[in-house]
């Protein structure tokens, strides 16, 4: 009963361990993945340098528009 017990013990001591190592790598996983979502929000894209050119609106419209357009992206994200 004793050497039953004892093993059962080891083997739930094991198990900890592994899951400990899970528990640690998921966690690091999300900070990476947060990290690169971070950057990729970040980054440079051409789309932020379209400028909504139009022969009827004036550059003040075009940098409005320009605001929308930056606000709808920053929603989406």
């Known amino acids: 009963m004793a050497k ?3 093993k ?3 083997e739930v001591e094991e198990l900890k361990k592994h899951l400990l190592k ?5 966690n690091t996983w ?3 993945c947060a990290l690169s ?3 990729q929000t970040n980054r440079f ?3 932020d340098t379209i400028s909504f050119p139009n022969a009827k609106t004036s550059s003040k419209q075009n940098s ?3 605001l ?3 606000r709808k992206r920053d929603n989406l994200i």
Do not use: D, G, M
């Open 22 to 26: 899970n528990v640690v790598l998921i």
């Open 68 to 70: 929308k357009h930056w």
């Open 8 to 10: 059962i013990n080891q």
């Open 37 to 39: 979502k971070r950057a």
């Open 4 to 6: 039953q017990r004892q």
């Open 45 to 47: 894209s051409p789309l």
């Open 30 to 32: 999300k900070k990476k």
């Open 64 to 66: 409005l528009l320009k």
